[in-house]
């Protein structure tokens, strides 16, 4: 049974047509996943379910009272309330009916007050209203959030918090449809594991955009394909979609040639005899050919290629060494067993362990961007550091990609920059367009572009995949294992990365069990 339908959608930003009246059939068993490429329109696409963008064309047909959780990243938190407040407001209901049950009780009650009592009684009952705590602290276990605190201000989180927490809500209110944009972007493997849990329990309807695809194989039953201005769905595991996609990718490319060569037989025939004895022959095959149904050229996809420049230093050189460092805020440190470990040119490691660890803080540590609490730590005096840091903040929204790269290398000319942008896959036109028009993954490609222009032999990546479709994290996979210098990655992701070109792997975790 279809609980959304979606049909005849058309929509375009700017120069770029994201729907080509298109359309998508959900039913209510369906455990969905999105697919595509940076700035194809996937996050536009759930903006348009939940009505925050109105479509050029189409129409979007809920089932009636259905209900719905939306994982909104903009959603506003209110100060002053705790993260255990925040969750319970996920049983606001609830709390209504304890409160009028509890008032017929105070007032004397009659047959009438007591039947109404019984039946909210069963309501409570039904719902597990007694167990409401331990439901919470199970969603927030399950995501990390108890490591945060119940009693921390909501308005004080950071992103990655603020997305665990409106996570957390939409799956203790239990909707009858849930949607989900990157739900793994701020979680750990752990976190990863049990959210893959919950889904595939899920008894409702789910819709998940996400670029990781071990997650999507784990969870879904089907798939939506947007590509092109076009939304393909299939039916099973992630891996039979994309088996099926090449295979229709295949079939559509020699229908494409097979009628582009009877297009140009057809209009060699028409040239030839237009006026000649064959001319009503002619004119006749001119007529089909203007009502022949032209099949499509296969689009291009946009190509990403990293190369970040190296400064060379000698091999085998120690370029950052750490002694008994201890990381933390305002002299708490997030780990009690102090870190030790250096880090020779040309080594690749990677720092792992769950949200909220230390991860992201020790590399802050190490640029200097907080103090250490204790220890310390010494790069060679011929380092030179690039940084990638995980959030998406500009100084201004409204500047271009290319405004954003000229005013940091200044020194560089127009064209260079232009080309360092495209190089990463982005177009002509999103490099002169609005970074707030910009998808995740396209303004992941500015920060990485960033990284483009200056010589370094360390690099620290703080998640640099979050936002990334597939492709371009391959490609990026591969700029970092040709990039001749040392590299210090941070990343949820265990298949962005492998033995083959990691040489070190650092359990941020394990030294907090120790």
């Known amino acids: 049974m279809s609980i959304l339908e979606v049909s005849h959608l058309t929509h375009q930003f700017l120069d770029k047509k994201l729907y080509d009246d298109t359309g998508l059939q959900v039913n209510k068993e369906d455990h969905l996943g999105i697919m595509g490429q940076n700035g194809v329109g996937k996050s536009t696409f759930i903006k348009i379910l939940t009505g925050q963008i109105q479509p050029d064309e189409g129409k979007v047909t809920w089932q009636k009272n259905l209900t719905i959780g939306y994982l909104d990243q903009e959603a506003k938190l209110v100060k002053g309330m705790t993260i255990r407040e925040y969750l319970r407001s996920a049983f606001a209901k609830l709390y209504e009916a304890s409160d009028r049950l509890n008032e017929i009780y105070m007032n004397d009650p009659d047959d009438e007050d007591l039947i109404k009592a019984g039946r909210l009684q069963e309501l409570l009952d039904a719902n597990q209203f007694y167990e409401i705590d331990t439901m919470i602290e199970q969603v927030a276990t399950g995501l990390g959030i108890d490591a ?53 329990d899920f008894s409702g309807a789910f819709i998940v955009i996400s670029h990781d695809y071990g997650f999507l194989e784990n969870i879904i039953n089907c798939v939506a394909d947007f590509e092109f201005g076009k939304i393909t769905k299939y039916t099973g595991s992630l891996k039979q979609a994309l088996k099926q996609k090449a295979a229709n990718k295949e079939t559509h490319m020699k229908a494409y040639v097979k009628q582009q060569e009877q297009i140009k037989k057809t209009e060699a025939y028409i040239r030839k005899n237009k006026a000649g004895s064959r001319s009503k022959s002619a004119r006749s095959r001119e007529k089909q050919l203007a009502r022949l149904d032209i099949i499509t050229p296969p689009g291009n996809k946009s190509v990403s290629t990293f190369e970040f420049p190296y400064k060379p230093i000698a091999q085998s050189r120690v370029i950052l060494e750490v002694n008994d460092l201890v990381v933390g805020y305002d002299d708490q440190p997030l780990l009690e067993t102090p870190i030790n470990f250096s880090v020779v040119s040309g080594e690749k490691i990677v720092i792992k362990g769950f949200n ?51 005013d940091k290398h200044s020194k560089e000319d127009s064209k260079r920059v232009r080309q360092v942008l495209t190089r990463t896959g982005l177009t002509n036109q999103q490099v002169m367009s609005e970074m707030r028009s910009l998808s995740g993954g396209e303004q992941t490609k500015v920060k990485l572009a960033d990284l483009m222009f200056d010589e370094s032999n360390i690099l620290f990546m703080d998640e640099p995949t979050n936002h990334l479709d597939d492709e371009s994290k391959a490609a990026l996979r591969s700029g970092l294992m040709n990039y001749p210098g040392s590299v210090i990655l941070v990343t949820h992701e265990e298949d962005f990365y492998s033995s083959y070109w990691i040489d070190k792997i650092i359990d941020i975790e394990s030294l907090k069990n120790k």
Do not use: C
């Open 356 to 406: 909220g660890i230390g991860k992201s803080t020790l590399i802050k540590t190490l640029l200097g961007i907080i103090p250490s609490i204790k220890g310390n730590f010494d790069f060679s005096d011929v380092s030179e550091i690039g940084y990638f840091k995980q959030d998406l903040k500009w100084n201004s929204n409204l500047e271009t990609p290319f405004k954003v790269i000229s």
């Open 148 to 200: 945060i605190g119940y009693d921390h201000d909501v308005s004080e989180l950071s992103g990655g918090q603020r997305s665990k927490i409106i996570l957390a809500k939409i799956l203790l209110e239990k909707p009858d449809m849930i949607l989900l944009d990157e739900p793994t972007n701020y979680l750990d493997t752990t976190h990863i594991d049990w959210l893959t849990d919950y889904l595939n």
